[in-house]
């Protein structure tokens, strides 16, 4: 049996207090409202006429009790991984589809994908699990295996059909990557990877919100070259720093098209600014590589395909290789221990 989406709805988050149990509000929060949740809830100048001032004055201050729960639940799990950036269309999940099929393909790691793209949820149909459905047990809801050693956890599993939309606000998104965190039966991970929607907003300080007391080794930010995606990308490197997030590294995406044919590259989007190499010079964080655009890469995503094991020999998948060695080397691993030999460049 599927669980439901009526999940219970806590509060936004800001990334200066803990998540904490929400009043029941009788107006939406004004603009410059400091949050529920926040300690100055009520007290604030900000909060002076607004018709929810009692009620967050006299509501109950302090950590949430889900949190220990939480950090309980996922202490079985090695790594844990963001994958960020501040601009939408960059190839975030994509990136994460083929990240965690290069981890999975050493048999001796257990690799997991949570997607918390709660509106636009494409890591099942990438994976090529998108009509399956999640199972409860007594132990939690059990991911969605794609392989032995390879699991999804995506809201698309709880949906009625494939193209219902979810309109939620900020509280029932942050509801359910609780959930995701609290009652999924994860097991024991070697690496988890959270796939996370564009911007610096509710569900990336949710995440990192509940997911602090267990530890987060950091953060995979993503780019394409061009200036546009970088000005976005600059925010997020701000907002890890703010939210004290390790930035492991920046990778170009989409960085040339190589031809399938003859394997010549051509610039798509030119790096007018110096690109992703430039930005993490700048900025003063790792940069791990540029892996360039190959069509095969889009037809493996809608047909549910392994990009990496089918064109291991690509272009793209030698560059994701050497991706991959770089977010080891930044988490103090040996390359061995990640990638299967025989996959080695």
């Known amino acids: 049996m599927a669980p439901s989406l009526e999940v219970e709805e ?30 100055q809830a009520g007290l604030n100048d900000a909060c002076a006429g607004c018709p929810n001032q009692k009620i967050c004055a006299s509501a109950p201050k302090g950590p949430d009790p889900d949190i220990p729960l939480i950090t309980a639940r996922l202490a079985s799990i090695k790594h844990k ?34 997607d918390t793209d709660i509106c636009g949820p494409s890591i099942p149909k990438m994976m090529g699990v998108e009509d399956e459905s999640i199972h409860i047990s007594n ?8 392989a032995d050693n390879l699991g999804v956890m995506s809201v698309q599993f709880m949906l009625p059909g494939r193209d219902d939309a979810v309109i939620w606000r900020g509280p029932k998104k942050n509801g359910l990557i ?33 997911l602090k007391e267990s530890g987060v080794d950091g953060a995979v930010l993503l780019t394409t070259p061009q200036e546009v995606a970088l000005l976005d990308v600059r925010k997020e490197i701000d907002f890890c720093r ?42 003063g964080v790792p940069y791990l590589g540029a892996v360039p655009l190959d069509p095969r890469i889009g037809m493996a995503c809608d047909y549910g395909e392994s990009f990496f094991d089918s ?18 080397e930044e988490l103090g691993l040996e390359s061995d221990d990640v990638l299967a030999e025989e996959v080695e460049s």
């Open 178 to 210: 609780k959930q995701f965190l609290k009652d999924v039966e994860w097991g024991e991970l070697d690496f988890l990877l959270v796939d996370t929607p564009p911007g610096t907003s509710d569900e990336h300080l949710s995440v990192n919100s509940y």
């Open 311 to 328: 064109f291991a020999d690509s272009p793209a998948c030698r560059a994701l290789k050497g991706v991959v060695k770089r977010v080891a």
């Open 10 to 39: 806590p509060t936004a988050v800001d990334m200066s207090a803990p998540l904490k149990n929400p009043p029941k509000l009788v107006a939406p929060e004004p603009e410059h409202c400091p949050g529920p949740a926040s300690d």
């Open 81 to 114: 991984i963001l994958i960020l950036s501040g601009k939408g269309g960059v190839g975030k999940s994509t990136f994460t589809t083929m990240f965690a099929h290069a981890l999975a393909s050493n048999p001796d790691s257990q690799v997991a994908i949570m």
């Open 242 to 283: 703010k939210a004290g997030i390790r930035v492991l590294g920046l990778v170009e995406n989409m960085s040339g098209f190589v031809c399938p044919k003859c394997a010549h590259q051509s610039l798509i989007f030119k790096p007018t600014t110096g690109g992703a190499r430039k930005l993490a010079a700048e900025t």
């Open 139 to 146: 132990a939690g809801w059990s991911p969605v295996w794609v």
